[in-house]
């Protein structure tokens, strides 16, 4: 019979102290963690982290317990005999061994999660979800509820997890905002083969009668080629009729490269089901909504009831700019041009010129000078125009006002001189009237090949100055440039002229005489930047206006600021991520202006102004006298990002104010095209633009009693 030995101190054997075991070759300290006097085993611990359970007897007190001791761990050590915490677990036999871990299993949800297709079929929910109204609760209660099975805590996995909160999350967000599901193979007669079969819940392009392609989530019906389409592009879901999938209705995008090598697949004449490849969606809002948009809705049922419009959510500038911008005609990637033009005009490219104009220097007395007086005349000319301190030397056709102007002096940079080329004499003298105050010099553009008055016929009252339809490249050479911008008329693209041409109107010349000379100019300063404005336009004539001026447009935001006027930009300049410089209300503009009380708006925004008149109706009521009035000059100004005093001493009657307002362009979305040009030109005017605004606001309000 096996003998123990006897400790004579084994009532100090306490939680805390420090013991060894009696016997045992190795004399290391282990720490006691736990203690079960009625069996008389201890729960050890040593300091590389292993454990052992052991009777106290064979123990022996080397240092007392500190005060106050807290074990580390549960204490638990081989396992508890009773499930209470702090039970040890009886004496294994030296030779036990530990039973290998189990590997973990994954239950029938996380098979099912990560087999689904679809963020519905991830979540469990049906497409028509989408036209409830509370669809964020129970997308919510969804989510919540399958985390609880797939957690990895619960036996799931890490990708179970993640790929319920993307479904979430792609959800959340309008269909014209989700990335369409189902590849597909176009073959060499424009048929398509899908990769696999529409499932319910996939995104896709649907056309519509009016040869539109909106995105719409298709949801499977009783029959199995029947599906409802459901479309939300920002103002809430509607719901289509049903109909039957083919080829041409339901067009899935092509989400890998998988295209047959015919980079235009010609139609052939017997086949009914040819593909009609879906327009540029980067700009799918540039046409007007068509009627079965706004008039196709399924009768109203308890759950299926149509959301309430929302806000229109679009793409930041930025985003447009670099998806387009993989398009543009003019160069494959303009940021990487745009990065080059920043990297010619920095110290280290004069530091450059510097060393070679002294190398040169040396070697003039040795060499031929044709050898280098030219290059040395080129080198003078750049230093001098990627100077520190030289301002900027700016090309307007068909400038109108300056805006292009005010968003550039806003940003902060120095202007030395504008070349402006526009033919009415009201908008030429209002932008001289504010470059003769800061001090910029300022020119008309004179054709030289215009005809002389005697020439022209009586009848045509035609203009001469600023007329770029006279233009010609001698007007333009041997003058250098930094920034142009073209900003033509809009009344032949507007959607809301009945009227309009488009680029047969008789006054179009202007847009074609326009791009010429910014390709002249381009020519002749190739770190030139330039900027183009219009309104948005139909899709033809989209497609038209980007062949000629060949760079990435994007759309500016409706619903940032309180005047809902929606343009199209085209720019080499890259646009800054932040947000335009606006007022979020028209309450917030009255507050500025007149100060807080005094009127109270009627309308949170201004609809869009025009250039034939001054918008009819009352948009603000007088707190004291209770009268209602309309929209003021002044407001109209700040609206638009001029200063309140931009018509100061130029003497115009008040329907000639609101015709310029009305042609003009907002500064704030111009704004952010040209603080991109702070890395380029390092000029500054030094002037606090914020505090000229605030002082020209504090003026009017004393001059008008405020």
């Not at 009237?433 to 035609?462: D, H, M, W, Y």
């Not at 770190?527 to 139909?538: H, R, S």
Request: with cysteine; proline share 6%; charged share 30%.
């Amino acid at each position: 019979m096996e003998m123990r030995p006897r400790n004579d101190d084994a009532a100090a054997v306490q939680p805390g102290a420090k013991v060894v075991r009696i016997g045992h070759p190795n004399e290391q300290l282990w720490v006691v963690q736990q203690l079960h006097e009625s069996i008389g085993q201890a729960f050890i611990k040593n300091e590389r982290g292993g454990t052992f359970t052991t009777h106290i007897d064979l123990l022996k007190v080397m240092e007392v317990a500190p005060p106050n001791f807290k074990p580390r761990g549960d204490g638990l050590g081989g396992g508890r005999s009773d499930g209470r915490e702090g039970a040890p677990a009886p004496r294994r036999p030296a030779t036990a061994r530990a039973a290998p871990a189990r590997p973990r299993k994954t239950n029938a949800e996380v098979a099912r999660v990560l087999a689904a297709p679809t963020p519905y079929l991830v979540l469990g929910v049906r497409p028509h979800i989408e036209l409830r109204r509370s669809k964020e609760k129970e997308l919510k209660e969804a989510r919540n509820e399958l985390l609880l099975s797939v957690h990895r805590d619960k036996g799931g996995t890490d990708e179970a997890t993640r790929k319920v909160n993307e479904a979430y999350e792609d959800l959340m967000k309008p269909i014209c905002e989700r990335e369409v599901s189902v590849p597909y193979v176009i073959s060499h007669k424009g048929r398509i083969s899908m990769s696999r079969e529409l499932a319910d819940g996939d995104v896709v392009f649907w056309k519509t009668r009016d040869g539109e392609y909106p995105k719409a989530v298709v949801c499977q019906g009783e029959i199995s080629n029947i599906f409802d389409i459901i479309i939300d592009e920002g103002d809430g879901a509607a719901l289509r009729e049903k109909c039957k999938v083919k080829g041409g209705d339901l067009t899935p995008v092509q989400l890998q490269p998988t295209v047959s090598p015919s980079p235009s697949p010609s139609r052939d004449d017997g086949d009914d089901d040819a593909f009609t490849p879906p327009p540029d969606t980067s700009d799918d809002e540039a046409a007007p909504t068509s009627p079965e948009r706004q008039l196709a809705k399924r009768p109203a049922e308890d759950s299926l009831v149509t959301l309430p419009k929302r806000s229109k959510q679009r793409r930041s500038l930025r985003d447009q700019w670099d998806d387009n911008s993989r398009q543009s005609l003019l160069c494959p990637d303009l940021h990487n041009r745009f990065e080059g033009i920043v990297a010619a005009a920095s110290d280290a490219s004069r530091d450059d010129l510097k060393d070679e104009k002294r190398l040169l220097s040396v070697a003039h007395a040795a060499c031929p000078k044709r050898w280098t007086s030219e290059r040395l005349k080129i080198i003078d000319e750049r230093l001098e125009r990627i100077h520190s301190d030289r301002g900027i030397d700016v090309l307007l056709l068909c400038g109108g006002m300056g805006a292009c102007v005010v968003a550039i002096y806003n940003v902060g940079i120095k202007i030395n001189s504008v070349t402006n080329w526009e033919i009415d004499p009201e908008a030429r003298m209002v932008l001289e009237n504010f470059c003769k105050k800061q001090g910029i010099a300022i020119e008309t553009g004179q054709p030289i090949s215009a005809p002389p008055a005697v020439e022209r016929p009586p009848s045509r009252n035609l203009a001469v100055a600023g007329n770029v339809d006279f233009a010609i490249a001698e007007d333009l050479a041997g003058k250098k440039y930094d920034v142009a911008s073209a900003t033509c008329s809009c009344v032949h693209f507007s959607l809301v002229n009945a009227n309009r041409g488009g680029f047969n109107a008789k006054g179009a010349k202007q847009y074609f005489s326009a791009a010429a000379m910014l390709s002249y100019a381009e020519k002749e300063n190739e770190d030139l930047n330039y900027l183009v404005e219009n309104v948005i336009m139909d899709e033809d004539d989209t497609e038209k206006y980007n062949k000629l001026f060949r760079v990435p447009h994007v759309r500016t935001t409706d619903g940032t600021g309180p005047n809902s006027r929606p343009r199209s930009i085209r720019s080499t300049m890259r646009p800054v991520q932040e947000k335009p410089r606006c007022f979020d209300t028209f309450q917030e503009l009255l507050d500025k202006l007149y100060g807080e009380g005094k009127y109270f708006a009627l309308v949170s925004k201004i609809d869009c102004l025009k250039a034939s008149a001054r918008p009819p109706g009352a948009v603000k009521r007088c707190r004291a006298t209770g009268d209602e009035e309309e929209l003021a000059i002044e407001e109209a100004l700040l609206l638009m990002g001029f200063p309140v005093d931009w018509f100061e001493g130029c003497d115009l009657e008040e329907d000639a104010m609101w015709r310029l307002v009305g042609n003009s362009c907002n500064v704030g979305d111009l704004e952010q095209f040209y603080k991109s040009l702070l890395r380029v030109h390092k000029a500054r005017h030094g002037r606090d633009v914020a505090a000229e605004r605030e002082e020209a606001i504090q003026a009017f309000r004393a001059k008008r009693g405020f």
